[in-house]
């Protein structure tokens, strides 16, 4: 069911928006109503959370322009997990702008290009969604981590500060980003969300240690919720993440 609902909604494309803002100073960039990422403004700077895919700079460049901002102003890039949806523009970016990258340390090698990315266990419900999907994704060029991330680590912004929290199984170095602060999490593809409604993420490489991660996930406090695929959910998303792993 829920990978006929993905080939529905969750990989739907949709008219793209550049720079919808999520959270006070977060906004999203839509590639195609397939994968996001995240501008997190830091005064006149901005994290990128995720870098979507490669060819696409200019809609990074599109989002920037919405807010008032320029490439030169992204200073840092915070991947959650090394599939080549998630980092396909790092490596041109790092070029233009100089921006450090962080990632979790046991995905760092194959970002930078040194270990060949491991398959994700497929059902058989997955496996076509999953052939027909990969197609259209180029491969990310080999890009530099300047900063291995760990379960516990801190990323200090401007206005805020993240936690990164190790949610192995959709790769093992999967990572979510939370801001107790601003009650936000970022969640990569350890969730999506369909309907408004968060999912574990599909593709895994560990299916039981990835709903293990979405459960640590719902037992986070957060009212709005940020995926890789998927709208974000802007209200109440705990309690949604809360009531899904109930099921699970």
Not at 109 to 131: C, D, N, Q
Not at 172 to 183: E, K, N, V
Request: aromatic residues 6%; proline residues 4%; glycine residues 10%.
């Amino acid at each position: 069911m829920i990978a006929a609902a993905c080939r529905e909604r969750y990989y739907a494309p949709c008219a793209i928006i550049a720079a919808m803002e999520v959270a006070p100073g977060v906004h999203a960039v839509d590639f195609d109503g397939r994968v996001w990422a995240y501008l997190y403004r830091e005064g006149s700077r901005f994290t990128l959370i995720d870098a979507g895919i490669a060819g696409r700079l200019e809609l990074i460049e599109q989002a920037l322009d919405d807010v008032g901002g320029k490439l030169a102003d992204i200073h840092q890039i915070v991947i959650t997990h090394f599939h080549r949806d998630h980092t396909g523009t790092v490596a041109e970016l790092q070029r233009l702008t100089g921006a450090r990258t962080l990632a979790h340390q046991l995905d760092a090698a194959v970002i930078r290009g040194g270990t060949v990315a491991p398959e994700p266990v497929l059902s058989g419900t997955e496996l076509a969604m999953y052939e027909q999907l990969a197609k259209g994704i180029p491969s990310a060029p080999p890009a530099v981590v300047d900063v291995e991330l760990a379960d516990g680590d801190h990323i200090d912004l401007d206005g805020g500060r993240a936690r990164v929290v190790h949610v192995p199984g959709h790769t093992a170095g999967s990572i979510a980003l939370h801001f107790p602060a601003h009650q936000l999490l970022f969640t990569g593809d350890a969730s999506a969300s369909i309907g408004g409604r968060p999912i574990v993420g599909v593709f895994n490489i560990d299916t039981e240690q990835a709903r293990r991660s979405f459960q640590r996930l719902a037992g986070l406090d957060f009212d709005t919720a940020c995926f890789g695929h998927g709208p974000a959910i802007t209200s109440e998303a705990s309690a949604q993440f809360r009531r899904a792993a109930a099921k699970l």
